[in-house]
């Protein structure tokens, strides 16, 4: 069985400022990572995935995340956010396999203010 | 051309109806699942069906039954609802491991 928590429920930060949203996973399997954003009243959308390579990954709107298995985490920065960045985000995890499914961890609120 | 489609978005009735939420999806994918998201906004998976064939079946009472007439359509019947049913359920899908899933924009349901 694979967690993940998020210790983080909630993250206000000025627009401008860097902010990074902690997420700590554990499994004993093999696991792909992902960050999932929600936006108010909205579903969830994909806003990364690690699945193998290189463990810093890129997203379109400015978000990276870095997967270290040693500390088996998969942490999510962006150095300068934005008003728009205010949502859910929610990091989760894959695991390999017949019955794969996708855990999510509780969720954090990144609030960003003027 | 929504990728994945919930109908309705809002459902609001009395405890003890039954009620259904219906999804589909238009990408291809073999693998359809169900999640509910309380008020607290945690994400639960509930039911995993790949090419119709339930593959993953959480712990959710058996008031709740999914089917999938064909692997395009993953629909949710809940009977004799409860007060606690009230949530935002979300369905997605996805080609599996390691693909990311997509999903739906949500029905929210609240049960009175």
């Not at chain 1, 997203?59 to 300068?80: D, M, V, Y």
């Not at chain 1, 934005?82 to 794969?100: K, M, P, W």
């Not at chain 2, 003890?16 to 699942?33: A, F, P, R, V, W």
């Not at chain 2, 945690?42 to 709740?64: A, D, G, Q």
Request: aromatic share 12%.
């Amino acid at each position: 069985a694979q967690s993940v928590t998020q210790l983080d429920s909630q993250v206000p930060v000025f627009e401008e400022a860097p902010v990074e949203l902690r997420c700590n996973y554990s499994s004993s399997v093999s696991v792909y990572l992902f960050w999932y954003v929600q936006y108010p009243n909205q579903g969830l959308q994909l806003l990364l995935k690690y699945l193998s390579g290189s463990t810093l990954v890129e997203s379109i709107n400015g978000f990276e995340a870095e997967f270290n298995k040693s500390q088996t985490s998969f942490h999510l920065r962006k150095p300068s956010v934005h008003i728009s960045d205010t949502a859910e985000y929610f990091c989760a995890v894959l695991n390999t396999g017949t019955a794969s499914k996708l855990t999510f961890g509780t969720g954090t609120r990144l609030q960003v203010t003027l | 051309d929504t990728a994945v489609s919930q109908t309705p978005k809002y459902l609001v009735t009395q405890m003890g109806n039954d009620k259904s939420i219906k999804c589909e999806q238009n990408l291809g994918h073999d693998t359809m699942y169900w999640y509910k998201q309380d008020s607290k906004k945690f994400l639960k998976i509930m039911f995993s069906y790949n090419n119709k064939e339930l593959i993953i079946n959480e712990t959710v009472p058996n008031r709740f039954s999914p089917k999938s007439p064909d692997k395009a359509h993953l629909n949710l019947h809940i009977n004799s609802l409860e007060l606690g049913d009230s949530a935002v359920y979300f369905c997605a899908s996805s080609y599996g491991a390691p693909h990311g899933y997509t999903f739906g924009s949500g029905t929210r349901l609240t049960v009175v």
